[in-house]
């Protein structure tokens, strides 16, 4: 086992300096296996360059990591303390030991200071997940990355797995270190190549599972519903045939003869074109079911994504509703579902807006496990031009009581389904494009990890270790909260208002365009007119979506007084001359929030500014963040002028500050 070392690739919260105060004690680390082993290589990897010293058992130490199967750890859990001057990291399995140690790493200096009383610590859910949506082949459209704003795939290049993956290996290494345990690693969206590697590409699948499983990462794979038609030659995929189930219970056992630790399948299934039950009359819980069972031999678990709905809509009938797609679907099929099929449910009824209600999906289920999906890619956020920290927005979500604040959180729900995410990563020198987005997939698998964790500290840990040895870490924090740490609200100011949403250009999602969905078949509008905006989704006069939600929300959300502003607009149409809680109108609110939001955008580049030439950052990155902080307020500029253009015109109310609209 080789620590990845790579070149022209920055090291994101995993730079040398953040070893050193390990690097530089004396540490024993006992235990065996192939995790085992990993700890074994980091610690003599950093003693290495920090003059530090593996020790076998009975030397003196200052560090002991240690396996203890037996006792009431679970394999991922680990015990951490400190006393009589040694640190002790007592761990349930090998992957407990590999999170022990990175919590050490984490912890720097800290860790060996003052006596620690022994805390337990072990993970919200089991399976903390990035899904990619990585293409083999380069698409038409969406390139090689759908939804990627970071070069190219780390995993595929130009029809064929990369000859050289030590980056994968390295990218396990940082997702370990943050708390992930699984990857998906194609596309969603599976085509005609893509499907291939379930079956004669197997072998690139294997040899990407064989870089992350040193670092305890599974891998799974994106699979086509048709698959027994495409790739078997079957007449049918219907999921009740008998043919078709013995098709993918022999395909599944070969990819667990090939990759014995493969973690199951994704699927997307009858959403935006993808193959799925219905065409056979079936379904969803049929569908998901039939791969569950080819799995559940050989442990194995599939994520089936609850992203269905109509794409085709009719932009003139007020009745559909998209919002309320994933409940109708799903729903009824509450308690149909084998227990290793996981249901996966964006956070949002709609598709990963700045501002969305949490899908109602996820308290309606309480008899199928549910993992909670989140997009890090930053599709709707900025797209890793913008500085957006999501941190705030996930925690939000998985904090949330859809049954009122006696009762569980989204976290509680999905214990049982574990947590996933869309990766933002791709083969840029800096991983995400933007430096700063680096922080947001650490955010996110510290928050799967431990939901409770508050986002302003997860910043911290993520600038203490990406900065480690930086000269002055205090100011450099400072700077980086206060440009990140109300960034997601920024962005959300001066973008669509009041939970609105979709108002982008369409097909690639960047910058504003208000009307842009506005008559399309995509179900994504926003009802502007002369005299007010927003969709009514009430029970009284809309859609009714309001009642997919259990009280207090259903009547929360219906309530035009109790309804939360940030919300507003998704869930009723209102005059512009409608008061929020702040005393503003409606109309004034998105004039206010567009100029402040701008203004805000400008603010930030002011901060990084400041920075220039000090030396705090390497002056590659102070200039790769600066020349995206130039593009963001050009683009917040941009969203400002044609928000409140827009709005100007269709009102005619005109702002109550005199400022300049156009
Ligand atoms: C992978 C959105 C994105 C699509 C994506 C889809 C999904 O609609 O725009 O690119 O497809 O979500 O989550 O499946």
Redo the contacts with the bound molecule.
Sequence with gaps: MTIPELNDVHPAWLPPEAFRAVGSRRTLVAGDGTLAETVRAEVAHACARYGGEPVASGAAHDLALTLSPDGDLGDEDFVLGRRDGVTTVRAGGQAGLLYGFFEVVRLGEAAFAADRAAVRHRPATRRRMLDH?DNIDVHPV?GQV??GYAGGSIFWRDGVAHDDLTRVRAYGRLLAASGVNAVAVN???VHATEARLLTDRLGEVAAIAAELRPYGIRVHLSVNFASPVALGGLPTADPLDAGVREWWARTTERVYATIPDFGGYVV?AD??GQPGPFAYGRSHADGANLLADALAPHGGVVHW?A?VYDHRQDWRDRSTDRARAAYDHFAPLDGRFRDNAILQV?YGPM??QVREPVSPVIAAMPATRLAVEFQVTQ?YTGQQRHVCYLGPLWSEVLGFRPWGEAGPAVADVAVRGGVVA?SNVGDDPYWTGHPLAQANLYAFGRLAWAPGLEPGAVLDEWIGLTFAGCADPERLRRTLREMMDGSWRTYERYTAPLGVGFMVRPGH?YGPDVDGYEYTPWGTYHFADRDGVGVDRTRSSGTGFTGQYPEPWSEVYESLDDCPDELLLFFHHVPYGHVLGDGTTVVQHIYDTHFAGAEEAARTRLLWEKLAGDGLVAPDLYARVRERLDEQVRSAGEWRDQLNTYFLRKSGVPDAHGRPIH
Excluded: I, Q, T
Aim: cysteine-free; proline content about 0%; overall charge neutral.
């Design positions: 949506w969406m759908e939804r596309n969603v969206n997307k959403s935006e994504r992203f964006k598709d990963f599709e869309v999602h």
